[in-house]
């Protein structure tokens, strides 16, 4: 559902971090198992899963912090259990709940830690505070400030030795919408700045708006793990089938079973994806809107859910427009557009669906 | 030096620096010290009018002011430091604030000295608060500048110490509340401890040698600078032997603060290893010097001494090390390849570190040994202690005896700790079971004995059931020999026996033990080599993909679903997860 620009995410080279075949056990439990992944330059990838599923465990491992039973992980080429040192220079470490010093400035706690990074250049603190935004607030103490400023402040510490890679345990969980959106609005700015980052969540609307690739975790086993297009690309090809037969891959059709709505005998222009709903509200008769759309070119059904239209169709978002559009053309009031379901939720549905494990933890 | 404390001047500590803002962002430090200030003022000032309507004469006043001054002072030392060094890590662990500190990459050398300073300026200040009401007992005379300016001299040592100590307690737990508990615990009994048994023991020895120190005072230190003439006993007693004493324990907290900051992939024994190297050979010489200065023991008792306290250190050294890791990690494995000598002589592992053991705990008292049967003259007149007569022969026998027997229960608790080691995975069981050994062969036949109604008189035969207990030797065989025992009779054959069985069992069961950690490590190496070729493979694989155009990321989206987690990896008793907790041990 991005709106942005697209990224430059340059996979053909070396993940900036590779997790391969991570096994973790305390006691009798395996709490992660073969946890493989790997997340490119310039991502931005989401790392799901319900509580207790192992998120915080994987990224200690990744942060040097933890050792792991066996299996290796590789920040921007280096090996975490080999040569943490160098691997804690080019990390940026956010852990869950993070603890601040209470009883100094702002300023003096980035102080604190530019000194302990050994950074010597003295513009680098001012240079943090601008960027996160709380350069307003470098007198203040820090037991004063709101979560969310906290939080920002913690943003700031990480990017104080300039890391390469930025790894943010559940960075916006105890924060308010308002806080959130800032906070993502700061991710994608590092982002721009080259930034890979990696942020876990369970919560998947945090992740929807600015993630490039995600993986899913569940109960110490990845369900699935790349990017948000190509993973929505397989998907559809397994499940879309009978909404759009896809071209020349007709043998994933067997995996089919889960999809209830009936599927509408529209002509299909099958490159077009998989089937999505869009809600749709119009002022006036509502049976009437309904009938005007059905069965235009990839509308698959609609429906009548309440005080708004579900329209199911294949497309990308220019078909929307397109039928908004028609709508206002035949005289309706169209006053509400909305996806029913993120790509990610969509993806995190399917994924978890298919494993045949419960979702909650 | 000069280097240090000029980069001390130009990059202060950061660790340091911070403490130091946040403590001066709190109010009520100048009140408390101000607060403590007066009541010491109060209490001293009360103890001198108290004594002066007694009509006692200002001088003696004077003298029991300032020892009055400097036991209270003593205790809150013992009692503040210790807190404040367990406050500065456990703190930052508390409040979420530590991982942070350490992904920073600062050393975990930079983390102990900056929070060691940090600690030790906040009880600096208190002392220094103090001051004025140290001079107090100056307005009743009998009390010399230079013993107050030494006292407090040794205040501050003190306060380095018990930080130091509060440091490495500190640096091993996790809870706050738990670290100031624990090395209060700790503290309080061990600095009491100190104060009314090693201070008084020590104030006899003094008096000995400088009949103007009183005897039985706890703080003699600082009269004796002031009555000692200056010469060699000046330079031991009051310099050479105050360092060593003070500076290995120093050492030794400072090192174990820095076993417990590292992570366990780190080589974490090898700091201990280094202090131990020194360690050993200077509480040797503390020991011999020392028994240069007892007289009215005959050569074997002065051996036994000697001998004794080297094993109680040796013992100390064993269990420090009983958690030894079986083995260097793969990290440690590249760092130590190209190190020199010594450096790979105390790697990590198992063997390495029995082999460091046995050459310098069990090799040193044979060594003693022989040297003191070299010096006790095995010819001449009988000597007369007490109506008993000792026998150069029997002396010379009661001596190899000891020896043998305690570097036999050396080597046995060394092969002992090794076998634990390899038998329990995490290494949490072998030093309670380290200590059940010790109790079971040294304490343990007294008991039965004991219980069975066998210990009613020494010469009775029934007693040898207490053979296996080292003091035996002293408390029976010594006796048996001077009243013509020969060594075949049981009471001194026994003992002999036991020795053996003890440099057989040690020897066996160290041997077993390092056999079974050499296989331990083999099998781990060979894991990893596998892990490391299918690792490659994968590599390879995802190379040949690239190369044939196919997006690798796309292949890779649903693998995990795809290939459901094959095998599960072997069980946890690697090399890694058998790395060392070096902790400090509840009693010194
Ligand atoms: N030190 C530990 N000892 C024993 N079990 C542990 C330890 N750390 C984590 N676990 C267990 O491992 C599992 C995974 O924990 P983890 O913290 O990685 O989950 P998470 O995905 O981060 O969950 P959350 O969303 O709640 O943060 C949990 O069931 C937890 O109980
Ligand atoms: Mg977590």
Redesign the pocket.
Known sequence: MSSRAPIEVRRESTPAIRVRHLW?R??Q?D??RDVTFDVYPGEIYGFI????????????VMATLLEPMSGRVELDGVDVSMDPERVRKTLGYMP?HAGVYERVTVREFLEFFADAHGIRSPGVVEAVLELTDIKRLSSELVATLSKGQKQRLQLARILLHDPKVLIL??PASDLDPRARIEIRDLLLDLQSLGKTILL???ILSELSDICTSVGI?EQ?SMVVSGPIQEIARRFAGRHGGRAAPPLGTGAESSLDGGVTQPAAAAPLVPELGPRRVVRVRVLGDLAAAAYALHGGPGILDVNVVGRSLHVGYVGGDEKVAELARYLVYRGFGVVGLEHERSELERIFLEATGTTGRGGG? | MCAYLAELRDEPNPLWLREMRQAARVQLTPIALAALTILMTLFIGGIGGMMAAFKLSPASIGGVLFQTFFTLAYFIVAVVGPALGANTIASEREGRTWEVVLLTGMRPATIARGKFASAYTSIAIYIVALAPVGALPFIFGGVTPTEVVVAFLVLFVFALLSVAFGLALSARMQSLRGAIVVTLLAAFPLASGLFAVVGPMASTLAHRVWPGVQEGTPFWYPVAWGVAPFGREFLLFLVAIPLAVVGLPAWFLFEVTLANLSSITEDRSFGLKRWHLVAAPVTLALLLVLSGYVDSLAPSELHALVSFGFVAYAVFVIYLFATEVFGPSRRVLVDLAGRGFLRQRLAPGLAPTRRMLRLTLTLPLILVTLGWMLATPSSGLPTTRAGAHFVPTVELTQIALVGVFLAAYVEFLIGLTTFLRVRSAGGSGVRPLLILALFVTAVGPWIVGAVAGLLSSRSDPGVVVAAPSPVFLLLVTHDALVTGGALSSPLVACPLVFALLYAAGGVWLGRRATERCRAAIDQHTALLADADRRLAEEDAALERDRATNVAPHADMALRAEVDAPTEAPPSPESVADSIADVDVPPEA
Do not use: C, F, M, W
């Open positions: 973790q305390y006691g439990r709490v992660l899963g319900p509580n207790g599923a192992g998120k915080t465990t994987t990224i200690r869950d345990d559940e876990s969540s369970h975790i110490g933890a």
